[in-house]
């Protein structure tokens, strides 16, 4: 990947930021279900954003910087985030579910991984 480090700081940034949204519930309620704002973003969004980008970070996890502890948080959130999204649709439906309980979690370490506080 012929990207500049800029580039590179930017997409991992807007990942980091796909990911808060995977891990903050509170935000999936008031954003995702009940459309409050001032924020515009949907589950279908997410997961659009998040698997592109995140497999793009992925295939080339090296070129951006990223740790092996890191890739395979990284990697574990994608795997299971993928599978969950394949079988599930509208939050509303699966937001207090132990299977998305667990996504959250996964998410929330992935977090904590790439030390991002902006949650």
């Not at 793009?56 to 599978?83: M, N, P, S, W």
């Not at 079988?87 to 991002?116: C, H, M, S």
Request: aromatic content about 14%; some cysteine.
């Amino acid at each position: 990947m012929n990207l500049s480090n800029k580039a590179k700081k930017d997409i991992l940034e807007f990942l980091m930021r796909r990911v808060c949204a995977i891990a903050n519930k509170e935000y999936q309620k008031r954003i995702w279900i009940y459309g409050k704002g001032p924020e515009v973003d949907s589950f279908d969004d997410t997961v659009c954003d998040f698997l592109h980008e995140g497999d793009a970070v992925l295939e080339e996890y090296k070129d951006f910087g990223i740790t092996e502890v890191q890739y395979k948080l990284l990697k574990k959130l994608r795997d299971e985030f993928k599978a969950f999204a394949n079988e599930n649709d509208f939050p509303e439906q699966f937001i207090d579910t132990p299977g998305w309980n667990r996504i959250v979690q996964l998410a929330k370490e992935v977090l904590r991984g790439f030390d991002y506080e902006k949650i």
